[in-house]
């Protein structure tokens, strides 16, 4: 394996959250949030690893983290050695919610070590990469290209297509305070559907993509329904069952569970009047089933992962916190 002889000392990621499934295409649709996690990355004598803010806690600080093995995953890939790293994060991303933050730490750790040796692999090698680790291509299509991404993975390749979004969609979450993780919220669906299910849910999820590409909003509301994995999942959430069923009544375009869960995700037209009707309509629906959650209005991300690289020399010198302070939301 070869020394590491590029010029670039030191790199910044910026990665978005994401939103899975929009309903219907489950493990296919992804939509990148402007919700994010910061990743600094430098070459080191020593590997240090710092972790800033409370969506940290718990995660490791020594090689075996996940950001630390990716990047090595991304150097022998590469055919390069960069066995030590000095590696801080910082995220705004709840963890096992539903909002894609192991997502946005592989798509991060991969994106900042290709960058820290010249960049090397293409996008494309990234998403098969964040694929295979992630074993569905939606969350990390989305942190990765930004916007709305409809993809496949068949196990050996994925395949994708970004969707530029409406600029008159708005995002609406509900993060229960709770954690699910998709390990549970996927052993819960059964191995075998329906014929009828399966026609249902290709139905809808191709009329969704559709209306997004054609700036139907009006199809949202029938378009966004699920049968494959939400009636299955929603006894893991409290609430969710009111909330599919009666958010487009009080002024949601379209409802789903984000991902795995529990957050709950509703797309809402930029310019409706009943945005505080369907705020109290989910939060009170939430708390009369004794959970609390914290709501979000947020919009989709059209960047994706964006990067900054320094030369050895050349790198800014003060702490990723106070650098991002302007920016993070907590
Ligand atoms: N599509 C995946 C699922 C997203 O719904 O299980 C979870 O990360």
């Given at each position: 394996m070869g020394e590491n002889h590029y010029r670039?000392?030191?790199?910044?990621?910026?990665?978005?959250?994401s939103t899975a499934n929009l309903g219907p295409g489950f493990d296919?649709?992804?939509?990148?949030?402007?919700?994010?996690?910061?990743?600094?990355?430098?070459?080191a004598d020593e590997t240090?690893?710092?972790?800033?803010?409370?969506q940290?806690?718990?995660?490791?600080?020594?090689k075996s983290n996940l950001i630390y093995e990716v990047a090595q995953m991304v150097f022998k890939r590469a055919g390069v050695s960069v066995p030590e790293l000095d590696i801080a994060m910082y995220s705004d991303i709840p963890?096992?919610?539903?909002?894609?933050?192991?997502?946005?730490?592989?798509?991060?750790?991969?994106?900042?070590?290709?960058?820290?040796?010249?960049?090397?692999l293409s996008d494309d090698t990234l998403f098969q990469m964040a694929t295979e680790l992630e074993h569905h291509p939606d969350n990390v299509g989305?942190?990765?290209?930004?916007?709305?991404?409809?993809?496949?993975?068949?196990?050996?390749?994925?395949?994708?297509?970004?969707?530029?979004?409406?600029?008159?969609?708005?995002?609406?979450?509900?993060?229960?305070?709770?954690?699910?993780?998709?390990?549970?919220?996927?052993g819960v669906l059964p191995r075998q559907q329906s014929l009828e299910n399966a026609v249902f849910n290709v139905g809808h999820s191709s009329l969704l993509v559709a209306a997004f590409c054609t700036g139907r909003l009006?199809?949202?509301?029938?378009?966004?329904k699920d049968a494959l994995h939400q009636p299955y999942r929603a006894p893991l959430v409290p609430g969710l069952g009111r909330i599919l069923a009666e958010a487009t009544e009080h002024g949601a375009l379209g409802v789903a569970l984000s991902g795995a869960g529990p957050t709950m995700l509703a797309?809402?037209?930029?310019?409706?009047?009943?945005?505080?009707?369907?705020?109290?309509?989910?939060?009170?629906?939430?708390?009369?089933?004794?959970?609390?959650?914290?709501?979000?209005?947020?919009?989709?991300?059209?960047?994706?992962?964006?990067v900054e690289a320094w030369a050895a020399g050349e790198e800014p010198q003060s702490e990723l916190m106070e650098i991002i302070k302007g920016d993070v939301r907590a």
């Open positions: 670039i000392s030191k790199v910044r990621v910026k990665v978005p959250a296919t649709l992804g939509m990148a949030l402007d919700l994010y996690a910061w990743i600094e990355m430098g070459i240090r690893i710092t972790l800033y803010g409370d940290m806690n718990g995660v490791p600080t020594d963890l096992t919610r539903g909002l894609g933050s192991s997502a946005s730490a592989i798509v991060g750790g991969l994106a900042a070590a290709n960058a820290l040796i010249g960049s090397p989305a942190s990765l290209f930004g916007g709305l991404v409809v993809a496949f993975w068949d196990g050996t390749r994925a395949e994708h297509i970004r969707v530029e979004p409406d600029p008159q969609l708005e995002v609406l979450v509900a993060i229960p305070h709770f954690q699910l993780s998709t390990e549970k919220a996927r009006d199809m949202i509301p029938r378009a966004m797309l809402v037209d930029r310019a409706s009047s009943r945005k505080a009707e369907l705020e109290s309509f989910m939060i009170g629906t939430l708390r009369k089933e004794g959970i609390e959650a914290t709501m979000m209005w947020l919009n989709p991300d059209r960047q994706g992962v964006q």
